[in-house]
């Protein structure tokens, strides 16, 4: 009711400043000037911010966000071409409103409501995912539009987004309930306001406030491909970029980890040369005929030195990073690529290198793993 009362009062302050066409008193018919110099129709133009600027704000008093974005787009749509050139007090109007809303709107937050915990491919979430919409003051806004971004599925098992258009509920509450995981997938769903404006300046100020609407929550569903017989090989580099040759301690942090995982019939294998060159066709040629039938999968790559530094307290901090991609002999192809990075501290330079190095591929990459294979 109020929203209606709000628009009614607004378009009714419009035409009644539009209904005569006759010239008002102290105004020159000849000139079209009133005796302050303004044209009448800068005047007629003038007289519409002030009831529409108290209008809006009784809207967002009482939280009618979508109300104040309808009367908005109402008194603009009403208002005569190059309007704000020919009043500037109706511009100088119009953007005090605008800014009003987007500051409205920048107290509104999304917060979760049920994030459910990883599950594995083939089994379903234990809950939907569901956040709720509140006001600065932390009271729930029903009615409200939000736009959920989710994971999905393609009949060929492939990963992509999909894009839904919610609106909240009287609890201020939206809720998504996924598919089963049909695969493996390191993903997220993401929620926020999307409450937007036909009028492109009063669009720019409602996307620039609802930069706290958002919520993002990760959606994991492990991989039960566990026993399939696989290798790791890969390759640590000194700081100087040189390679270290020989068993590396990233292949050997990420097997033990995979293995408390579940992982069985895994190993380590050693292909130096290939890995330090980067050439990936005589990589997986030396791992052929290495293998023959009896592995099925090929986890390679890198582990790098990205920066090291000494602080003031003379402690060592260093970066590294993990490049890695997953080799399907049965399919032929590259199945996954990616990459992981971590830091370590230590006393000495070396042992924060050794540390950011475990990080890495002992820590960071068996979960990413664990999420993509």
């Known amino acids: 009711m109020y929203r209606m009362l709000a628009l009614f009062i607004s378009l009714s302050l419009f035409v009644c400043s539009c209904a005569s066409a006759s010239p008002a008193p102290g105004t020159s018919a000849a000139s079209g000037r009133s005796a302050s110099g303004k044209s009448p129709q800068a005047e007629k133009i003038q007289s519409l911010p002030s009831g529409f ?12 966000f979508l109300g104040a974005v309808e009367a908005y787009e109402s008194a603009v749509g009403g208002l005569p071409p190059n309007a704000a050139a020919q009043a500037p007090g109706t511009a100088e109007t119009l953007e005090r409103v605008r800014a009003s809303i987007g500051d409205a709107v920048r107290g509104i937050s999304l917060t979760p409501v049920s994030s459910p915990p990883a599950t594995v491919s083939g089994s379903p979430f234990k809950a939907p995912f569901s956040a709720e919409l509140t006001g600065s003051e932390g009271t729930a806004l029903p009615g409200m539009p939000v736009e959920a971004e989710v994971p999905s599925f393609g009949e060929d098992g492939t990963v992509g987004t999909e894009a839904l258009s919610l609106t909240t509920g009287e609890d201020g509450r939206v809720s998504w309930t996924p598919p089963v995981p049909p695969r493996s ?3 997220a769903v993401r929620f926020s306001l999307a409450l937007r404006s036909k009028d492109a300046l009063l669009d720019s100020a409602l996307r620039e406030g609802s930069g706290t609407g958002s ?4 959606f994991l569903a492990g991989t039960r491909n566990k026993s399939v017989p696989t290798s790791i090989a890969l390759l640590d580099f000194d700081k100087n970029g040189k ?10 942090e990420c ?6 995982m579940g992982f069985s019939r895994i190993g380590m294998a050693d292909f130096p040369n290939q890995l330090a060159s980067g050439d990936e066709d005589a990589l997986i040629a030396a791992a052929k005929k290495l293998f023959g039938s009896s592995v099925e999968r090929l986890i390679y ?3 790098k030195v990205s920066s090291t ?5 003379g402690a060592w901090t260093a ?9 399907s002999f049965k399919q032929g192809a590259k199945t996954w690529s990616g990459s992981v990075e971590a830091s370590g501290t230590g006393k000495t330079e070396s042992q924060a290198i050794s540390a950011a190095r475990s990080a890495a591929a002992g820590k960071a990459l068996p979960l990413k793993l664990y999420y993509n294979l």
């Open 185 to 187: 997938v390191e993903g």
């Open 301 to 303: 790559g890198t582990t």
């Open 215 to 218: 919520l993002s929550m990760p």
């Open 255 to 260: 097997l033990k980890p995979l293995v408390k």
């Open 53 to 64: 600027e108290s209008a809006v704000s009784d809207l967002l008093a009482r939280r009618d």
């Open 243 to 252: 390679p270290l040759g020989g068993m590396g301690v990233s292949a050997t």
């Open 309 to 313: 530094s000494q602080g003031e307290d």
């Open 319 to 327: 970066v590294c990073a993990t490049e890695v991609s997953v080799w």
